[in-house]
Nanobody, 124 residues
Framework: QVQLMESGGGLVQAGGSLRLSCAASGRTFSNRAMGWFRQAPGKDREFLATISCGGVRAEYAGSVKGRFTISRDNAKNTVYLQMNSLKPEDTAVYYC?????????????????WGQGTQVTVSS
């Protein structure tokens, strides 16, 4: 069983930056690809970024590529999402997720464990 806890959300002005963290319990973190997703009010959950278990490969959604960066520290069982040049349309609840395999994927159904989410609000 893996438990995930996101932190780092909050209120920021457009153009600003935030770094989200996701701390994972358990001893299998370094064997798992990790992903970040978000869900805005009235919308489906959306893939943002994913990273392989070793941190070598990462993939991004087109809407955030060049602005967001996913990274991980396996010694700390933590994955991060650095978000720059934030826009009001980035306002959402942000979730991290863990997969039972090493390779990254943007398929939501491939992730077995999810955090509770952290709210990010970007004001104009």
């Amino acid at each position: 069983q893996v438990q995930l806890m996101e932190s780092g959300g909050g209120l920021v002005q457009a153009g600003g930056s935030l770094r989200l963290s996701c701390a994972a319990s358990g001893r299998t973190f370094s064997n798992r690809a990790m992903g970040w997703f978000r869900q805005a009010p009235g919308k489906d959950r959306e893939f943002l970024a994913t990273i392989s278990c070793g941190g070598v490969r990462a993939e991004y959604a087109g809407s955030v590529k060049g602005r967001f960066t996913i990274s991980r520290d396996n010694a700390k069982n933590t994955v991060y999402l650095q978000m720059n040049s934030l826009k009001p349309e980035d306002t959402a609840v942000y979730y991290c997720a863990a997969r039972g395999a090493c390779s990254p994927t943007y398929y939501e159904s491939e992730y077995s464990y999810w955090g509770q989410g952290t709210q990010v609000t970007v004001s104009s």
